[in-house]
């Protein structure tokens, strides 16, 4: 059956994906961050990273950090969706201010002897990752940097004995003299 013809000429949009990543001052009390995650649930966008701590235990204000993916429209939607809650006092898209700095912490575990566990540590070094636990089997390596540069060291460990990877998720600042 053929679906009725629109009066109205409607261009199709293809609007490709972006990934932005958030920074949110929030004021530290319970169930804040599960009101702000729900934002993102309840309408179905995504969070490819998340981190939360207090920033200021005098002013009791946490700071979120959200990497989020969506089309133009949806991070714009995000932003002013996130602006109109009650405990957030400031969102800051640090994609779009180009002025920051992002790291990212990962332990990462790797199992070998000989010649793989040489070529391990090899490129640790090369990646500058520091080794906070050995054994005559594993090392456990403690890398930071941006996202991209992990992600590169994950995939150089996988063939020499991959065990498993614990990430923190994205950190990000402001540069210059001026606070969020």
Same mark, same amino acid.
């Given at each position: 059956m053929n679906?009725?013809?629109s009066a109205y000429f409607l261009e199709e949009r293809h609007d490709p994906n972006e990934t932005h990543t958030l920074s949110v001052l929030v004021q530290n009390e319970p169930g804040v961050l599960?009101?702000?995650?729900?934002?993102f649930s309840g309408r179905g966008y995504n969070i490819e990273s998340l981190t939360v701590s207090e920033t200021e235990s005098h002013k009791h204000l946490s700071r979120?950090?959200?990497?989020?993916?969506?089309?133009?429209?949806?991070i714009e939607q995000i932003?002013?969706?996130? /602006?109109? +809650?009650? %405990?957030?006092?400031? !969102?800051?898209?640090?994609?779009?201010?180009?002025r920051s700095i992002e790291r990212e912490l990962a332990m990462v575990k790797v199992r070998g002897r000989g010649d793989s566990r040489v070529e391990a540590l090899r490129l640790a070094d090369a990646f500058r990752a520091r080794v906070i636990d050995a054994t005559t089997e594993s090392f456990v390596f403690e890398i930071t940097g941006n996202s991209s540069k992990?992600?590169?060291?994950? /995939?150089? +460990?996988? %063939?020499?004995?991959? !065990?498993?990877v614990s990430r923190t998720g994205v950190a990000a600042i402001g540069r210059g003299p001026e606070g969020m």
């Open positions: 679906q009725p013809a599960a009101r702000v995650i729900g934002l979120i950090t959200i990497v989020t993916t969506g089309t133009p429209t949806v932003k002013h969706q996130l /602006d109109r +809650m009650i %405990p957030v006092y400031r !969102v800051v898209d640090m994609t779009i201010t180009g992990i992600s590169q060291f994950i /995939d150089l +460990m996988r %063939p020499l004995g991959l !065990v498993e």
